[in-house]
């Protein structure tokens, strides 16, 4: 037992790490490594389907995809498979891993972070638990504006959007098209509305593979993407018992809309922020299933699993992953969609 009345729950959590964790119950040898991420069958609820429970080894985090629904760090971890609660499960890792217990320990004098992070070990009422305050949302008090204009002559029928596989159909439905001049020259400019299907702004992609340091994608000054989801205004007027997919690009979200899966909507990029997660939550309920599918590449490892833990705490979650590194959903073909919604 540490000196103190105290644990400091956040001390433990730092030091340790899952891989030690998986290894003090003889678990290493039935995981799977790649890369950043460890997957095997979930030690939790004794499942056996290998991909079922992944680790970011990284973010220090596990999250089982199957019958726990549940994430979480490692102490989260100890107090499942042990059944007891979180600061049995601190004092049990201090034991494991002969941590230092002093170090482990915290002062009565804490502030208000501190305090969310500890709990008295002596027999005394329990303290009132303290919500995890949300990232905060700056940006909810500015929300991006409407644009007062439309980019109305643009060429439908520019090659790069046949090579990326977009039927004339799907082209016209998003509104993309080649801009030769103006705010968005010599760009394919992808219109980005809000949920209420206001346009809020233009994205342009360069029709080719860029030279040197001009980017893929360009956004204008002052937008922020981080409070839209692409998609989001047909998206989520599907029915709420259908599958949300979310993906990272534009083009990826076009293409699986073209293959008939209208509920999806796209992050713009590979991570989640605070006002898309909370568009996620308004239009979602405990019955729903999200499936996150981002590109098989480092980044999108790493997003996927930051996604699922915190969209699980919420919703079904469901990770899709391509056997081949750098697939992206736009690579998918209808059979293998048909497949992942059978």
Known sequence: MPKSKFVDFKAVKAAITMEQVLQHYGLMDQFKRSGDSLSGPCPIHKGSNPTQFRVSI????????????HGGNTLDFITRMENV??????????EWFDLDRDAMSASSETDEEHSSQTVKSAPTAPPKPVARKPEPIPEKS?????????????????????????TLETIVDFGVGYCAKGMMAERIAIPILNP???????????????????????????????????????AFKEPRDMPLVIVEGFFDCMKLHQLGCRKVVALMGSTLSA?????VRQHTNRHSQVI????????????????????????YVKVHTFEQEGRQPENLSAEEMAALFA
């Open 85 to 94: 609660s979180v600061h049995a499960a601190a004092l049990k890792a201090i």
């Open 196 to 234: 209420e299907g206001q346009v809020v702004a233009y994205a342009g992609r360069v029709p080719s593979e860029p030279e040197g340091d001009t980017p893929k994608y360009k956004l204008p000054q002052g937008f922020r993407k981080s409070l839209e989801l692409f998609n989001a205004d047909r």
């Open 142 to 166: 500015t929300p991006n504006k409407p644009l007062k204009f439309r980019l109305d002559k643009l060429e439908r029928e520019h090659p790069y959007l046949t090579e990326r596989g977009l």
């Open 275 to 279: 006002a898309q997660e909370e568009l």
């Open 292 to 315: 996150v599918m981002l590109d098989e590449d480092e980044a999108g490892r790493a997003g996927r699993e930051d996604i699922a833990v915190r969209l699980a705490k919420f919703v």
């Open 58 to 69: 990284s973010k220090n985090i596990w999250n089982c995809f199957s019958e726990c629904k």
